[in-house]
């Protein structure tokens, strides 16, 4: 049979058996995979899932990596927000503890690479902005997309997201990096700093 007739338990049952498959196809795809989490979802249940069948995470980080390809090897032009809030969303919308990454980018607003740098609690990160400029002379990168999620489901951004923020633009402008926007990620909901003007 081929897969695009399967229907979403069946798909999921070759990865992780059919009884399993049967009690998963009732949710969305979005959440099984990690791409939107209802708010009353814990994030145990995630991890859960994924410890007794890594193939789902195995199968959601092929997605996610699909993705970076894509943007890559197409040369996507990533001066647009829409155009890199669902590769986010997948990476960071589920994830229980905060983690900062931190996009690359020609002259062309063209992804070089994709790359998490800290990787922090529940409710902070430790971002060091020396790290952050000896990566981008190492990517030769002309621009930076900065992103990190809020575990809480809340995408408002704190004082000190915005500070961080200013502080990046201050340290990255001396070796001439543009930082084209900073997105706050929480589930499929991702803030951008380019769109609100502060950036």
């Known amino acids: ?39 009353q979802m814990q994030i145990c249940e995630d991890a859960a899932i994924y410890a007794v069948h890594p193939a789902l995470a195995a199968a959601k980080e092929l997605l996610v990596r699909c993705s970076i390809e894509e943007m890559t090897d197409q040369g996507v032009n990533l001066s647009s927000p829409t155009a890199v809030r669902s590769f986010l969303s997948a990476r960071l919308g589920s994830l229980e503890y905060e983690e900062f990454w931190v996009l690359w980018l020609d002259a062309q607003n063209r992804l070089i690479a994709a790359e998490a740098m800290f990787r922090g609690t529940l409710t902070q990160t430790s971002v060091y902005p020396r790290e952050i400029v000896v990566h981008a002379l190492r990517h ?60």
Not at 15 to 38: Q, R, S
């Open 140 to 199: 030769n990168a002309a621009g930076v997309i900065l992103a990190h999620n809020h575990p809480s489901g809340v995408a408002e951004p704190s004082q000190a997201d915005r500070c961080l923020t200013e502080q990046l633009k201050a340290s990255l402008g001396l070796v001439d990096v543009k930082v084209l926007d900073h997105f706050i990620v929480t589930g499929t909901k991702g803030l951008s700093f380019a769109e609100r003007g502060w950036v």
């Open 1 to 39: 049979m081929q897969a695009v007739s399967m229907t979403n338990a069946e798909l999921l049952s070759t990865l992780v058996g059919w009884e399993m498959a049967k009690a998963l196809a009732k949710k969305p795809l979005g959440e099984i995979f990690g791409y939107w989490k209802p708010r």
